[in-house]
């Protein structure tokens, strides 16, 4: 009977980007077996249910067949069946589309030639009091 630990599973199916990530979650208690914190080398049995949390994504998922090694997504996606309510999928959904990248998104961030120069005009007539005489 083959063995596999619930980290190194639920990094094959893809939930997670990586497997430290993945045995940090089960250690923060964001993977749950019939509604129980589980530990990272727990093995996973065909016909486990569990509740999967990751960077508010919510995940129930049956697993249907035991993988070792990571694999693609379509590959993946074989070895164990979505559970997860349609409540659930929506918010994962619209999450999706505003997945953080780590990249500056277009025309946001650090100013540029125009705004910082009218920064400055603003900035510097805040501090120049009405009540002091100019030094010229």
Not at 108 to 117: A, F, H, L, N, V
Request: hydrophobic residues 30%; contains cysteine.
């Amino acid at each position: 009977m083959e063995k596999v630990r619930v980290d190194k599973y639920l990094w094959a199916i893809r939930l997670f980007k990586t497997r430290s990530l993945a045995t940090a979650a089960c250690d923060e208690g964001k993977v749950k077996l019939n509604g129980a914190n589980i530990k990272p080398a727990k093995s996973v049995n065909v016909g486990d249910r569990y509740d999967v949390r990751a960077d508010g994504r919510k995940w129930t998922i049956e697993v249907t067949a035991l993988l070792q090694k990571r694999v693609s997504y379509e590959e993946a996606i074989k070895h164990y069946a979505d559970l997860t309510s349609e409540e659930d999928k929506e918010h994962n959904k619209r999450l999706g589309t505003s997945f953080y990248t780590g990249k500056r998104l277009s025309k946001t961030g650090r100013p540029d030639k125009k705004q910082r120069r009218n920064l400055n005009d603003l900035l510097e007539s805040d501090f120049l009091s009405p009540d002091l005489p100019d030094s010229d």
